[in-house]
């Protein structure tokens, strides 16, 4: 089989050495004679495995003891929930910072089910037309409950840079597409939420990190597995978790270590994202909807001038085995993700394809 490079929005890459490790041991995994897979969730290997990766996401993000790590399932859109349910009153009200479609889409689950959502539409557009965020629309209503971002917008490929100040009110942060792709500060943020399946492991895996202070407010019906809580004095076995997605994390939060932690990849990161963005700037084939200081590292998003070449774009890129570079459905256009896992190398790649493509069709 010859290699394709995956440029998709998530699941996406995983790092091969941690793919080729969890192969190896998929079938017998240390000596036991069964598969990682086949193990009991409450069996001693098994949680030596989980506490392991809890203690290395905990070193690589320098996340302080007060706040509770907790591994679950439901996704980002689980957690949509989850946080009003464990954060907002019945009688309370919570900002809604929204620069994109997941921060949208939490807004709508907030403000359609449980209570008062305050939406500020927080993007704008410059004198090129470009799409940016005004950070000084982040205004937090007094008494609010807490105020939500979602840090790296997946589909627009729209991220933040900055942070709101919300004084004493929790910020809560969405970091399904960024997390751990740069350092950040812990201690900023009420929570923490993230889908794993980016930037960490397989897909069926949702991270919480959130101040201590804040769990334990959980409403009456607050289904118990979204209940910070109870999964928390559970040590987020109580129910069955995702035992491979959370081993699989353990293996990507380890070869982040081994490469030089977050700061090695942001670095990494930061050079991938001007080699693309660098040659797109300058080739007016391509047009980029997003202006320059909050365009995504993570996530190009991208159109073709002429997007009736659209198709045969894909097309050629597919017979190259270039996959994954179709927009989301809701903006169409393109999209290349480039998450932690990418190498330089395949952003040379996709250039070298791009470079081509203009040239063959200007
Ligand atoms: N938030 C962000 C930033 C996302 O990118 C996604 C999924 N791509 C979600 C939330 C929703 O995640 P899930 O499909 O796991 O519910």
């Not at 086949?38 to 996401?57: F, N």
């Not at 980002?76 to 929930?81: H, I, N, S, V």
């Not at 109870?230 to 995702?242: A, C």
């Not at 997003?290 to 159109?303: D, G, L, Q």
């Amino acid at each position: 089989m010859t290699k394709a490079w995956n440029y998709g929005a998530g699941p996406s890459m995983l790092p091969p050495e941690v793919m080729a490790q969890a192969q190896k041991e998929f079938c017998d995994f240390n000596n036991l004679g069964i598969g990682i897979v086949e193990m009991s969730h409450r069996s001693a290997e098994y949680m030596a495995v989980a506490q392991e990766a809890e203690a290395l996401l905990r070193e690589i993000m320098n996340i302080p003891e007060d706040y509770a790590v907790l591994f679950e399932q439901g996704g980002g859109r689980g957690q949509f929930a989850a946080v009003p349910l464990n954060l907002l009153p019945e009688d309370g009200h919570a900002d809604y910072f929204v620069t994109g479609h997941w921060s949208r889409c939490a807004y709508k689950e907030c403000a359609e089910r449980y209570g008062k959502a305050i939406l500020h539409e927080c993007t704008a557009k410059n004198e090129q037309g470009q799409i940016y965020i005004d950070y000084s629309s982040m205004q937090v209503t007094p008494g609010s409950s807490y105020a939500y971002v979602c840090l790296n917008e997946t589909v627009n490929g729209i991220e933040m840079f900055e942070l709101p100040d919300t004084g004493e009110v929790p910020l809560i942060a969405d970091m399904s597409s960024d997390i751990l792709t740069s350092p950040i500060d812990v201690r900023r943020f009420g929570a923490i939420i993230f889908g794993a399946q980016k930037n960490v492991a397989p897909a069926g895996l949702t991270v919480t990190i959130v101040r201590r202070d804040l769990v334990g407010k959980a409403r009456k019906y607050c289904p118990s597995v979204l209940d910070w809580s109870v999964l928390s004095s559970y040590d987020s076995m109580y129910n069955t978790p995702n035992t491979f997605a959370w081993y699989m994390a353990g293996l990507a939060f380890k070869w982040i270590k081994r490469i030089g932690g977050v700061s090695a990849l942001e670095q990494r990161n930061i050079a991938k994202s001007r080699l693309l963005y660098g040659y797109m700037e300058q080739e007016p084939f391509y047009q980029l909807p997003i202006a320059p200081e909050c365009r995504s590292r993570v996530n190009c998003v991208f159109t073709l001038k002429d997007e009736s070449l659209n198709a045969e774009f894909l097309k050629q890129a597919a017979a190259e085995r270039l996959i994954g570079l179709k927009g989301h459905k809701v903006l169409g256009g393109m999209r290349a993700s480039i998450y932690n896992a990418m190498p330089l190398e395949g952003v040379e790649v996709l250039k070298d394809f791009l470079t081509r493509f203009a040239k063959a069709h200007s």
